[in-house]
């Protein structure tokens, strides 16, 4: 049994920085990939940031140059650093994991940002 366990979320000040973390137990292949997803109130769902077990990275064009995404294969977990937070990236943020099986998805965790 696959389980995605996500940190970090909270409330920040806008122009400021969280790092979100989420690690995934069981049985994972080592070729997959990551990522993070969020969704704020009354909009869908959309996809934030991923990254493959070998590195390659995407950004959703909102985030670049403010968001970085990193994993640690070794642990079967991966980061994503916010910087320069804006109103707009309140939400509801979920970590993701592809593999060539199924998907995954963590149980979400809060970001708030607001002064």
């Known amino acids: 049994q696959v389980q995605l366990v996500e940190s970090g979320g909270g409330l920040v000040q806008p122009g400021g920085s969280l790092r979100l973390s989420c690690a995934a137990s069981g049985s994972i292949s080592s070729i997959n990939v990551m990522g993070w997803y969020r969704q704020a109130p009354g909009k869908q769902r959309e996809l934030v940031a991923t990254?493959?077990?070998?590195?390659?990275?995407n950004y959703v064009d909102s985030v670049l140059g403010r968001f970085t995404i990193s994993r640690d294969n070794a642990k079967n977990t991966v980061y994503l650093q916010m910087n320069s937070l804006k109103p707009e990236d309140t939400a509801v943020y979920y970590c993701?994991?592809?593999?060539?099986?199924?998907?995954?998805w963590g149980q979400g965790t809060q970001v708030t940002v607001s002064s």
């Open positions: 993701k994991l592809i593999t060539s099986v199924r998907t995954y």
């Open positions: 990254i493959t077990s070998g590195g390659g990275t």
